[in-house]
């Protein structure tokens, strides 16, 4: 059930492709459907049209070349293989992370330590925004440290880290920096050369292409072990038959998001502070998570007092408005998010908290919606609650 | 996960919502670090179930489950009210999804406690 | 580039997705966009449909039940999941599968034996037609033998093995099996009951479904560790936002596979056996691989003598019509195939070998211009060869 | 992979293809059991190649590579014929995919063994 009524305010967990996306992959699903791997016309055209969407998402992200763009299936994927490849190919078996990671990279972790090849991970913990120093980092790495993975931006409060600060801490000590830039890439300027990573993950459904489509850059020079095995598609790194339409499509949505970025449209950016402004007006008890200037343009994520996330999910729902309590993955789960937690949040207020996420689909009238439907929600619910003093 | 109709029928428009003034007896269970806590209050005559409302701190199946929980309750002798079982409670509301049949717990414990409560004063 | 007159027998490599299938994924790939891991309405329906395509693709392969299947990006994931796993997890490390896997199982099978985890791989003999006896698998089955992986027919030949026997000897000895299934799922009955496995692999854009999509069958009660890890989809056992167009697209391409299976429409297997026919009539030195009769409808795989495959495919190319040399994945690399190597061909015969694979779009036009046009490329490029004496 | 124009037009009308008969000088490189087979036969007048003709089993590469060979070869005198490198062959066809490169060595090999056996009989 889709209606036009629908708000959609959970863009962080997917977005709305492209019409420029839909209309491009389509040959590519219909009469276009040759495997690039082949030698005939059939192939060769459909070949072609994967390296010039590998040179969109290179140009996208600043890469050297084209041939630092590995496709995968997803952000999800990227990390997985990054993380797997700097140990597994490794002798240095130490891994370092955040606290506020994605699961794809801490249960990545998890699993580097558990199936005996030797892999131990150390998990750093951040401040009240999100942020983790150069000190903080400095100090954790050890003589075996094959890898740093560190989130460009937090997919639940927004907040954009320093990245490249971290990454010349990596340089300086030789270890090898990964950043998760599923949450950024697409909406703000990202270079991986400004920043100085030497991998980087993304994914297509975050910024308006497909799903079921990633990418991981892997800085020219950088050892990389695969980590799907089989063929000797993406020269022999990941195998498994390419993808072509999600993989045009992302190209596409690459394309439109570089133009978007380089416009440097505010709009998202006032929406977002407007709803800001309009919930904390009207609700008592209410307050923002995440840094407030140095975060993705869209991103909102609000907790408040005496309510828990869900209910307020599902009431805003039966309004027709889409929005995401705690992480989009753990909805399912019953623990508070680990980032509220890890940001300081005691439990019962982590429970209470909801996540806007814009787009540059978004329109001002579906903000003064919101501004108006959600106070009368959390009266209701407080009004049921056994521990809302008013 | 998705609600079935009752339970989203139960959460948006629960019956027995509130907090009975002098209730007899009192139960109160879960714990906000948990996000969810249940306060049920009742009025008890002849051995028998005569009022009842909850307030609910939690998530829908929370809300749902201490609703539909009321309209179980009401009208029955203790003991049979006692004898709810978070399984009944699930199978009134046609079901709860398998992360969320621990919140029927909650429903069933705190009438029980209410039922304590009111025992344990008179 | 494609144009009406393009004869694509290429189906083993990939297929054209059926008009049902696009016509299907569309709206979720543009209204229905939802994520079906959150709450809101535009999840649960996306949920919804997702439930629905596992539903069909359990029907398609004949499972218990729909929880048995767990969505991936493709059939080689598949292939690396069931291995990874069943190694992985499990304190019995010894792998045994056939020379003329796939190799998206050959190269997870060399992967298990690097990473350090203890893996240790066999590889079967086969016979000429690519046959595995009852006994050549139990007499390699070891203590430790965690996992037996041998595909239910092979990509580049076409021989069907006796999976049921096969996967018999394996529960006797109570060891878990999977098998490959992706040359098979869509075009011959597969029911996993009936051949008695704990895991098979499929792939959508094999059967007429969309590229980017697969799934791994797991038996209820055989263990599963997750591959690719960070979220809770697909019941916790394969992380990433699900691709819900590709998913959909799958599901409906498996409901008309089942149909047309129903049907035993015999029309490929006929218009195989004419180009066979056609082809021996007219050109000289040509011979047939895999078993003539216990091969998928469709595929001929021939050799023929003092040629090299790849020039002929060109040629072929020039005319229109799309065929393989070797398998698929390899026509990039110069060695000749390892499964035509496998059933005993010498070197210099393998690097002259043409795969055919016709799909039920084919049409009898198609196939007389095949056999109107080979043999003419066949005198020319033996004219041209040093060693050909007529 | 893909070839480059250059390529699919040596490779679909391969110039100087056959055998001289009587020849002066002949080239076999290659190996059946690799897929590749090259033989070279030159006329040679003057100390320059008059005459030169290639017979190729093998991939598109190197039949591309025999036939712009011959081209290049053609005219030459023998020294310059004998330094023409897999390099030149590759460049005067726009470029070989990587992993084609080893391909064009067939080709300068089959010529520079045609020009010893040429000066070994004279
Ligand atoms: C920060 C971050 N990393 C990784 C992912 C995983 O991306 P995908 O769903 O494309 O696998 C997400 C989104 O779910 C994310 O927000
Ligand atoms: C037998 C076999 N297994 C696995 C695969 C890999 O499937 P996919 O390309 O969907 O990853 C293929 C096809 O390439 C195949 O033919
Ligand atoms: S009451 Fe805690 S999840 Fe339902
Ligand atoms: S001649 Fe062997 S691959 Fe080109």
Redesign the pocket.
């Known amino acids: 059930m889709s209606d036009k009524k629908t708000i959609y305010l959970d863009n962080a967990a997917t977005t709305e492709p492209a019409p420029e996306v839909l209309k491009m992959m389509c040959p590519y699903v219909s009469n276009e459907y040759g495997n690039p791997a082949t030698m005939y016309s059939l192939g060769l055209s459909a070949k072609k049209a994967v390296d010039e969407a590998r040179e969109k998402v290179a140009n996208l992200i600043g890469a050297e070349s084209p041939e630092e763009i590995y496709f995968t299936a997803g952000g999800t994927e990227s990390d997985n293989w990054a993380l797997c490849s700097s140990i597994m190919c490794s002798d240095k078996k130490h891994v370092i992370t955040s606290s506020i990671e994605h699961h794809a990279v801490l249960e990545t972790c998890e699993f580097l330590e558990t199936i005996g090849c030797g892999g131990k991970a150390d998990f750093l913990k951040v401040d009240e925004y999100g942020f983790i120093s150069q000190e903080t980092l400095s100090e954790a790495i050890k003589d075996n440290t094959g890898i740093i993975s560190i989130m460009h931006a937090n997919n639940e409060i927004g907040t954009i880290l320093d990245i490249k600060s971290l990454a010349e801490v990596a340089r300086e000590k030789g270890v090898i920096f990964h950043t998760d830039a599923v949450q950024t890439v697409g909406k703000i300027p990202v270079d991986v050369k400004e920043l100085g990573v030497d991998m980087l993950s993304l994914s297509g459904h975050k910024f308006h292409g497909p799903k079921g489509i990633g990418a991981l850059y892997v800085k020219k020079g950088t050892k990389l072990k695969p980590f799907i095995h089989g063929g000797g598609q993406e020269k022999g790194k990941r195998a498994g038959t390419s993808n072509v339409p999600a993989i045009v499509g992302m190209g596409i949505a690459a394309e439109l998001a570089k133009n978007y970025i380089e416009k440097k449209d505010t709009r998202v950016e006032k929406l977002t502070e407007k709803l800001w402004n309009g919930l904390n007006e009207n609700i008592t008890k209410i307050s923002r998570n995440g840094h407030p200037e140095k975060t993705i343009p869209g991103t909102l994520n609000v907790t408040i007092t005496g309510i828990?996330g869900?209910a307020m999910l599902l009431m805003l729902d039966m309004q027709g408005i889409c929005v995401s309590s705690g992480s989009a993955c753990t909805t399912g789960s019953?623990d508070p998010s680990h980032v509220l937690l890890a940001i300081g949040l005691p439990a019962e207020v982590a429970h209470g908290s909801l996540r806007f996420s814009l787009s540059k689909y978004t329109t001002e009238e579906e903000i003064d919606t919101v501004i108006k439907t959600l106070p009368a929600i959390v009266n209701r619910l407080r009004e049921m609650s056994p521990t809302w003093e008013g | 996960m998705s609600y079935t109709k009752e339970v989203m029928d139960h959460f948006s428009n629960p019956r027995n919502m509130g907090e009975i003034e002098n209730a007899d007896g009192i139960g109160e269970v879960?714990n906000p670090t948990?996000?969810?806590m249940m306060k049920i209050t009742i009025k008890v005559k002849d051995d028998c179930i005569e009022d009842i409302k909850f307030k609910t701190l939690?998530?829908?199946?929370?809300i749902a489950t201490s609703s539909i929980l009321t309209e179980l309750a009401i009208g029955k002798n203790l003991d049979d009210a006692y004898a709810i079982s978070r399984n009944d409670v699930a199978e009134a509301l046609g079901g709860l999804p398998p992360e969320?049949m621990?919140?029927s717990n909650?429903a069933a414990d705190g009438l029980q406690e209410a039922i304590k409560n009111y025992r344990s004063n008179n």
Chains 1, 3 share one sequence.
Do not use: N, S, W
Request: hydrophobic share 25%.
């Open positions: 828990e869900e019953l | 879960g948990c996000g969810d939690g998530c829908g199946a929370a969320k621990h919140c909650l």
